[in-house]
């Protein structure tokens, strides 16, 4: 659906690559330009019309975006570079503060990078511990291993909302529900859920949660960290700089503004913000429901076609989310990318950037075609028809 | 070289690749990790005055570094250091687009139109560039 909305698709191109990053509607790349050509002024910091403008502009998109996740105050959004430095910013400006050693952390081994290294490297620092939860054998996380998981010692649970390789949509809301009663901190990457299901951060009683523009049809280098007003006040400043400040000294008398100003040292990514707003109506305007079930649609398009070609297994078939993960038999996941591309097919090989999950699953490298709302089936069509005529596979890539 | 041939012979050396399956003592091990994507190679080499006697390697790759990696380490054992670094970089040269001895590059000239696929240059370079820190610790 919305096809026309979008250039890139106007290439001979077919794209699944939605989980890497998702594609740009014309209205996200015009608010980005519209703010160039027409405010251009830095924010909070000019007495004319322009800057006013784009400061008003800019705040504003929190109030967006704190609707869009479900969040009491718009104080409680910051803009970030990203889901990376959203979940690096609470774990090293708070976790690193509250915790001490031995405290637990639960986590699972299906995590993507950006969420586990920072975590490790916390480990390392002060001690904690990092405690994998077991995956179950579809290797999806269930709230009964989670419960199983818990100790008296588990102060942090940090969860991706649906993962980045088998695409499992976890029991958020009685994970936090959970958490809750057992005071336990509900740290959420959102970088695959957000873009894809309907998120709320009171329902699910999420403490923190770190996402992406890009992956949501928004402009690169933009993310969120959310943070309950009690805990986003107590986050250090992963930056120091301008904007960020009320008034210091030189000898060393310093007063920091509230949040969430505090945690946006430097001139922001404004351009960007302006376009995080217009996806944010797009998507909206569709519906994340209705996004969530035409994605389900299509992978259960893909599973039905792909039954035809025994020589292809998928790895995540009863999962429900809009990602495939697959290999061609004896086919190495990348040489098969290679040879997608042939066909001008978009899709990821790899360990999709969660490198401890091969200790869980036998395969280490799959294919991964992750479908968005403005796929189609016909689209799934020429996938299927390409991998049926893999025999011929190196023929093509060499 | 033509193009029926080279494709027989990166075939072959993927689906049977040379010396698979690393050896260790007495050998100097190094990680060919290829930062652009996936591929995952140990390779070892074992010298003995100055003479690469034995290499062996293992891991996970696409067909492009497995057979790379298979004729690579065929063609240096029995080779003299110097022999193979002058290998080597005549290899790298012709992956990179820059004057180099056809000659001395025999079954490794099935890479040689690599350079049209500029995204796999990686993937032909990555047991070159093991073997090359090898080299660099002895």
Do not use: W
């Not at chain 1, 959970?178 to 970088?191: E, M, N, R, S």
């Not at chain 1, 302006?274 to 299509?298: P, S, T, V, W």
């Not at chain 1, 395969?363 to 479908?371: G, L």
């Not at chain 2, 690393?22 to 994507?37: H, M, P, Q, R, T």
């Amino acid at each position: 659906m919305n096809r026309e909305d979008f250039p890139f698709l106007k290439k001979d191109i077919i794209y699944f690559d939605n989980g890497a990053t998702s594609l740009k509607p014309k209205v996200v790349l015009d608010a980005m330009n519209d703010y160039y050509e027409n405010y251009a002024a830095n924010i909070h910091r000019g007495d004319y019309d322009s800057s006013y403008l784009a400061s008003q502009i800019y705040d504003g998109v929190r109030e967006r975006v704190r609707n869009f996740i479900g969040a009491k105050e718009k104080e409680e959004i910051v803009f970030t570079k990203g889901t990376t430095e959203s979940l690096n910013t609470v774990i090293f400006g708070f976790l690193k503060k509250k915790l001490k050693k031995g405290d637990e952390v639960l986590t699972t081994k299906a995590e993507h990078a950006s969420l586990l290294l920072p975590l490790m490297i916390l480990e390392k620092e002060i001690g904690i511990k990092l405690t994998f939860i077991p995956l179950e054998d579809d290797y999806s996380l269930s709230y009964e291993n989670f419960v199983k998981s818990v100790s008296a010692k588990t102060k942090v649970v940090a969860i991706a909302g649906v993962s980045n390789v088998i695409g499992d949509d976890r029991p958020l809301n009685q994970i936090g529900s959970y958490c809750k009663d057992a005071q336990i901190l509900f740290l959420v990457d959102g970088a695959q859920s957000v873009p894809h299901t309907k998120t709320d951060v009171i329902k699910d009683h999420i403490d923190f949660l770190a996402f992406s523009s890009h992956k949501m049809l928004g402009p690169t280098g933009l993310g969120v960290l959310y943070g309950r007003r009690e805990l986003l006040e107590q986050v250090e400043p992963f930056e120091y700089g301008g904007d960020m400040n009320n008034t210091f000294t030189s000898n060393g008398e310093i007063t920091l503004k509230q949040i969430p100003s505090r945690l946006e040292a430097g001139t922001p990514p404004i351009a960007e913000v302006f376009g995080l707003d217009k996806a944010i109506c797009y998507l909206e305007n569709i519906g994340m429901e209705r996004i969530e079930q035409y994605e389900q649609e299509l992978k259960a398009y893909f599973l039905e076609k792909i039954k035809e070609i025994p020589q292809v297994e998928v790895y995540n078939k009863d999962i429900k989310g809009g990602s495939v993960i697959f290999n061609i038999k004896n086919v190495f996941s990348q040489d098969t990318a290679i040879y997608l591309n042939h066909f001008h097919i978009c899709v990821r090989a790899g360990s999709h950037c969660a490198k401890a999950l091969k200790e869980e699953m036998p395969i280490a490298n799959t294919v991964r075609a992750s479908f968005y709302f403005y796929n189609t089936k016909e689209e799934i069509d020429c996938l299927i028809e390409a991998l049926k005529q893999s025999d011929r596979l190196y023929d093509v890539i060499l | 070289m033509d193009q029926e041939l080279k494709r027989e012979l990166i075939l072959e050396n993927y689906q049977h690749p040379f010396h698979k399956g690393l050896k260790k003592d007495g050998y100097i091990v190094e990680n060919a990790n290829n930062e652009s994507c996936i591929d995952n190679l140990d390779i070892s080499i074992k010298v003995e005055d100055g003479k690469i006697v034995d290499a062996t390697f293992d891991g996970e790759a696409c067909a492009i570094s497995t057979s790379a990696t298979s004729i690579l380490l065929k063609k240096i054992v029995g080779k003299s250091v110097s022999e193979v670094q002058k290998l080597l970089e005549n290899y790298q040269n012709m992956i990179e687009e820059a004057p180099y001895d056809e000659a001395l590059l025999e079954e490794l000239l099935a890479y040689q139109d690599i350079y049209l696929q500029p995204n796999r240059k990686t993937c032909a370079l990555l047991p070159s560039r093991a073997v090359q820190n090898i080299l660099k610790q002895l």
